[in-house]
Nanobody
Framework: QVRLVESGGGLVQPGGSLRLSCAASINIFDIGYMGWYRQAPGKQRELVARISTGATTTYGDSVRGRFTISRDNAKNAVYLQMNSLKPEDTAVYYC???????????WGQGTQVTVSS
């Protein structure tokens, strides 16, 4: 069973930075694609960023250039560095995993990120 645990969320002012971490219970090198999705109140879940085993990355249009996804296969961990945060980045952020690049099969419990002054 795949277990994903996020950490690092919190309250930050506009323009600030946060780094989210995701610890996986499995060897992420074998899982294929690790990613981050988010869901704001009243909105659908959307892709934030995804990274393949080969370190190919994909970003959502609204975060490209501000967020960076990375993975540490030795630690079975995935990270999301978020810079220049905006109020519209406020959401619950979920760590995900799947062998394929489509809608993920495995989800963490989520961590809240709030961007507000």
């Amino acid at each position: 069973q795949v277990r994903l645990v996020e950490s690092g969320g919190g309250l930050v002012q506009p323009g600030g930075s946060l780094r989210l971490s995701c610890a996986a219970s499995i060897n992420i090198f074998d899982i294929g694609y690790m990613g981050w999705y988010r869901q704001a109140p009243g909105k659908q879940r959307e892709l934030v960023a995804r990274i393949s085993t080969g370190a190919t990355t994909t970003y959502g249009d609204s975060v490209r250039g501000r967020f960076t996804i990375s993975r540490d296969n030795a630690k079975n961990a995935v990270y999301l560095q978020m810079n220049s945060l905006k109020p519209e980045d406020t959401a619950v952020y979920y760590c995900t995993a799947d062998p394929r690049p489509g809608w993920p099969a495995y989800w963490g419990q989520g961590t809240q990120v709030t961007v507000s002054s």
